[in-house]
């Protein structure tokens, strides 16, 4: 199993030391930067980074820049560290997409250990994508790929799409699709199922093909 590498930034170097020393001991591989510059260079540089532990007062670019300009192109964990501890600064970073907020002074133990606490939540969330037949679900960011492009879907055609992906080569009654994807408190018409999945099968394209209607009950999906 390879390691999993995570970018320090600071520009402290005893700071990058300590905190590379501790993460080093827990079998961690170590990128290094020394400011928010040198963070941005390191991350685009290198594909393979896990994790990034991200200091908010630093020179050329701070913490909160890093975040942003990472943000528009990676969901890659991000903790970030501070000084000082002000409610304004957590939902900053909070707004910002950061994933947990340390203050210094810290113990490196417990940086390891939040550390660790959020990679393990990550590879949780990986384990929420499904590949099939050309369609990858991310059911965490509720997103759907079609041969690599991203199809635009509405959250119950999403839902629906889930629904199926989930119970391959199943007859689903159109009850069961209601009860299970509108949930027992939707009082519509069971139509509502057949217009969601006209919709659906239109923007799959020819992966729409892999719904099949069942005459007389409902569906089932199948890959072919």
Known sequence: MKKMKILVVDDESRMRKLVKDFLTRSNYDVVEAADGEEAIDCFFA???????????????????????EIRQFSKVPIIMLTAKSDERDELLGFELGVDEYISKPFSPKI?????EAIIRRTNVVDTQLIDIGG?????????????????????????LLTYFIKNQGVALSRENILNNVWNYD????????????KKLRSKMGEKGNFIKTIWGMGYKFEVE
């Open 46 to 68: 290198d594909k393979n980074i896990d994790l990034i532990l991200l200091d908010v007062m630093m020179p050329k670019l701070d913490g909160w820049q890093v975040c942003r």
């Open 111 to 115: 940086l390891v250990a939040r550390v």
């Open 186 to 197: 939707y009082f519509g018409d069971a139509r509502t199922i057949d217009t969601h999945v």
């Open 135 to 159: 369609i990858i679900l991310n059911q965490a960011a509720h997103e759907v790929k079609i041969d690599g492009a991203t199809i635009d879907l509405s959250y119950k055609e999403f839902e």
